[in-house]
T-cell receptor, first 114, second 117 residues
Framework: KAGVTQTPRYLIKTRGQQVTLSCSPISGHRSVSWYQQTPGQGLQFLFEYFSETQRNKGNFPGRFSGRQFSNSRSEMNVSTLELGDSALYLC?????????????FGPGTRLTVL | AQTVTQSQPEMSVQEAETVTLSCTYDTSESNYYLFWYKQPPSRQMILVIRQEAYKQQNATENRFSVNFQKAAKSFSLKISDSQLGDTAMYFCAFMKHATYSNYQLIWGAGTKLIIKP
């Protein structure tokens, strides 16, 4: 069974631009979570999608948004990029939820904002 | 608000030794979940072990075991017979007892573990 995949793996953008990251979960998994990982703030939860609906949300500004498609693939969008958005963005999938099943992570997308 | 503290930013041990990584958390909840995740260099994060607070028995997974002290709010990870492949960042994470529409993981800052040959 293929693992969680994320595209692109690396991305360089400039301030003010917007970016879309993609995540394909493990086949059959319906829950997709997104995390931001930075040296300063560590790992922070962004949001979680389940059956095309945002089910949980962390404390990030509205510039961070996401969606999930009927095949469970998910996208994350960041608008009006700031230097502080430079981070590794991790996607993770589970069958139902983190507390019921094992959560599997993708390799991440490294976003650099110049 | 819940917080998770990993007091050891970096540790190194010799191969085959036993190492213990510490994690403490702060919560007023009585039911919750605790996790240890491993992030090897340039590789994907994987779940090492999970513990449900209502279970008094410490969780184990092969060479990995935890010492869960609920009263002390401590959740340490012991790695026995350490191997070179155990070199990684280890993250402790907390999640309060959740419903499907109300949960999120709170992460510690991580401990960088280096296993030396």
């Amino acid at each position: 069974k293929a693992g969680v995949t994320q595209t692109p793996r690396y991305l360089i953008k400039t301030r003010g631009q917007q970016v879309t990251l993609s995540c394909s979960p493990i086949s059959g998994h319906r829950s997709v979570s997104w995390y931001q990982q930075t040296p300063g703030q560590g790992l922070q939860f962004l949001f979680e999608y389940f059956s095309e609906t945002q089910r949980n949300k962390g404390n990030f500004p509205g510039r961070f948004s996401g969606r999930q498609f009927s095949n469970s693939r998910s996208e994350m969008n960041v608008s009006t990029l700031e230097l502080g958005d430079s981070a590794l963005y991790l996607c993770a999938s589970s069958f139902l939820a983190v507390f019921t099943d094992t959560q599997y992570f993708g390799p991440g997308t490294r976003l650099t904002v110049l | 608000a819940q917080t998770v503290t990993q007091s050891q930013p970096e540790m190194s041990v010799q191969e085959a030794e036993t190492v213990t990584l510490s994690c403490t958390y702060d919560t007023s909840e009585s039911n919750y979940y605790l996790f240890w995740y491993k992030q090897p260099p340039s590789r994907q994060m994987i779940l090492v072990i999970r513990q449900e607070a209502y279970k008094q028995q410490n969780a184990t997974e092969n060479r990995f075991s935890v010492n869960f002290q609920k009263a002390a709010k401590s959740f340490s990870l012991k790695i026995s017979d350490s191997q070179l492949g155990d070199t990684a960042m280890y993250f402790c994470a907390f999640m309060k007892h959740a419903t499907y529409s109300n949960y999120q993981l709170i992460w510690g800052a991580g401990t960088k573990l280096i296993i030396k040959p």
